[in-house]
């Protein structure tokens, strides 16, 4: 037997014994313990803001790992409630994303706890060319002649900032082609404090819509502008 052919035979030993070594620790380790999972309520198609949820809109499945804060598990939980934010298809339905059981679902179920629906009638030039859409972000002007300053006459100044526009007429929906929307009432989010002041405003002066980027969450104190000082 040749030397060359036992070094051969001495390698293919070595390299089968070790193999042989490597798959028997493998072997002997335990399994890795299975992820457990749990049932959970998950969209079958987007639900935009207002949507009353049917049957059909979701389904029960089991998902591995841990769950959101929050995630609804059975049907009872979800059928009949509206929809207050978008939830996406595949998603995870989240109790905070829901209306409270009994809420309804239209524009009452988007009415964030704490907050007011406030109706502000316009026309095509208050409205913005009627550009102002669900989700969209406004200052709000007004006009007027404030009392006992005839002199100066009318006066215009910024009444509120930053405020959410619920919806446009019916639609509670934004546009998906952008299109203009013709409505005779925007509907906007504010507190409270603001829907008294806003009314008021609404009664007593004119009342502007100024659109304003969503990426933009600044207040600012502009002075207001009077006629007067228009022609000082």
Same mark, same amino acid.
């Given at each position: 037997?040749?030397?060359?052919?036992?070094?051969?035979?001495?390698?293919?030993?070595?390299?089968?014994?070790?193999?042989?070594?490597?798959? @028997?620790? %493998?072997?002997?380790?335990? $399994?890795?313990?299975?992820?457990?999972?749990?049932?959970?309520? /998950?969209?079958?198609?987007? +639900? =935009?803001?207002?949507?009353?949820?049917?049957?059909?809109?979701?389904?029960?499945?089991?998902?591995?790992? $841990?769950?959101?804060?929050?995630?609804? #598990?059975?049907?009872?939980?979800?059928?009949?409630?509206?929809?207050?934010?978008?939830? @996406?298809?595949?998603?995870?339905?989240? =109790?905070?994303?829901?209306?409270?059981?009994?809420?309804?679902?239209? %524009?009452?179920?988007?009415?964030?706890?704490?907050?007011?629906?406030?109706?502000? #009638?316009?026309?095509?030039?208050?409205?913005?060319?009627?550009?102002? %859409?669900?989700?969209? #972000?406004?200052?709000?002007?007004?006009?007027?002649?404030?009392?006992?300053?005839?002199?100066?006459?009318?006066?215009?100044?910024?009444?509120?900032?930053?405020?959410?526009?619920?919806?446009?007429?019916?639609?509670?929906?934004?546009?998906?082609?952008?299109?203009? /929307?013709?409505?005779? /009432?925007?509907?906007?989010?504010?507190?409270? =404090?603001?829907?008294?002041?806003?009314?008021?405003?609404?009664?007593?002066?004119?009342?502007?819509?100024? +659109? #304003?980027?969503?990426?933009?969450?600044?207040?600012?104190?502009?002075?207001? $502008?009077?006629?007067?000082?228009? @022609?000082?």
């Amino acid at each position: 037997m040749s030397q060359r052919f036992l070094s051969v035979l001495s390698v293919a030993l070595l390299v089968a014994a070790a193999a042989s070594f490597v798959l @028997y620790r %493998l072997m002997a380790q335990p $399994a890795a313990a299975s992820i457990p999972s749990a049932p959970v309520v /998950v969209a079958t198609r987007d +639900l =935009e803001p207002g949507t009353s949820i049917k049957e059909g809109d979701f389904k029960v499945e089991s998902r591995p790992g $841990a769950m959101p804060a929050g995630a609804l #598990r059975q049907a009872r939980d979800i059928v009949g409630r509206g929809v207050s934010a978008a939830i @996406y298809r595949n998603e995870i339905v989240l =109790e905070r994303r829901l209306a409270t059981k009994g809420a309804g679902s239209g %524009l009452a179920a988007m009415i964030p706890e704490g907050m007011r629906a406030a109706a502000v #009638r316009v026309n095509d030039v208050v409205g913005v060319a009627g550009f102002v %859409l669900p989700g969209m #972000r406004v200052d709000v002007l007004m006009s007027g002649n404030p009392p006992g300053a005839a002199a100066s006459g009318s006066v215009t100044r910024t009444l509120l900032q930053n405020i959410q526009v619920l919806s446009v007429g019916h639609n509670f929906q934004k546009d998906t082609e952008g299109k203009p /929307v013709t409505a005779q /009432v925007v509907n906007l989010l504010v507190t409270p =404090e603001q829907a008294e002041v806003l009314s008021l405003a609404a009664n007593h002066a004119t009342i502007q819509l100024v +659109l #304003r980027n969503p990426m933009d969450g600044k207040t600012t104190q502009p002075p207001g $502008a009077a006629l007067v000082a228009l @022609y000082g």
